[in-house]
């Protein structure tokens, strides 16, 4: 089982819809075990209704949700640490530093595993790309994950996403996260609208649903992405 966790303020609106999108855009058998918790969340049990209604408009499943507040060990315990906004994401290296290179928020994670902020662009853009260009594309994250994870990887284009076919044997989970982590390094600087979602509590229901949307958009690609979502070993 692969951890995945979604951070957000109070484990309300962003973070389950994170979590349990993503959970229904995985393939049959995934590995991957998304999960979720706020900064300032209080425990309790049951979804908000707004968040299910939209949620379940979308195809999620809203049955079964307990909020939670995030805490240092679910942060060390997931091999993925993936926050709706920055602030959430500063929040995830503040209780464990040493996770620091597996903590993102869900727009850069996704950005930089297109290939930085022009690859989304292009992306989102639908612009064609050239087999030949696609090819060295894939190549060099394939070589680059492979070199991370101690072995070879095996990956496919989808959408001008890098796409892992079977990360628990190509490449492996770990392999992908330090590629993306290099690339944080290596790219520049974008403005927080580009790495954030904002903020929907006390909004009116359309911007709910459109805040839905936009993770819904950044989690499929992130399904497409970690596959089955094997961890190295």
């Given at each position: 089982m692969t951890r995945v966790l979604f951070v957000c303020t109070g484990n309300v609106h962003r973070s389950v819809f994170a979590e349990r999108l993503l959970a229904a855009?995985?393939?049959?058998?995934?590995?991957?075990?998304?999960e979720s918790a706020g900064t300032e969340a209080r425990?309790?049990?049951g979804m908000e209704n707004s968040t299910r209604a939209v949620l379940e408009r979308l195809g999620g499943d809203g049955s079964g949700f307990s909020a939670r507040p995030l805490t240092a060990q679910l942060v060390a315990e997931a091999a993925l640490v993936l926050g709706l906004a920055r602030e959430h994401r500063e929040a995830a290296v503040r209780l464990a530093p040493s996770a620091m290179r597996r903590c993102f928020t869900l727009k850069e994670f996704v950005r930089l595993a297109a290939g930085g902020v022009d690859g989304a662009r292009?992306?989102?853009?639908?612009?064609?790309?050239?087999?030949?260009?696609?090819?060295?594309?894939?190549?060099?994250?394939?070589?680059?994950?492979?070199?991370?994870?101690?072995?070879?990887?095996?990956?496919?284009?989808?959408?001008?996403?890098m796409d892992g076919e079977d990360l628990g044997?190509?490449?492996?989970?770990?392999?992908?996260?330090?590629?993306?982590?290099a690339r944080r390094g290596a790219t520049a600087?974008?403005?927080?609208?580009?790495d954030d979602v904002p903020d929907p509590w006390a909004q009116p229901h359309d911007v709910l649903y459109d805040c839905a949307r936009e993770i819904d958009r950044a989690v499929s690609r992130l399904a497409l992405l970690l596959g089955s979502g094997g961890a190295s070993a």
């Open positions: 855009r995985l393939p049959p058998g995934s590995a991957v075990r998304p425990p309790r049990p292009a992306r989102d853009a639908a612009v064609a790309v050239d087999d030949s260009v696609a090819t060295g594309a894939v190549d060099g994250l394939r070589t680059a994950a492979g070199s991370a994870a101690g072995g070879a990887g095996r990956w496919a284009v989808s959408g001008g996403m044997v190509a490449g492996g989970f770990d392999g992908v996260v330090a590629v993306v982590a600087p974008v403005a927080a609208a580009e």
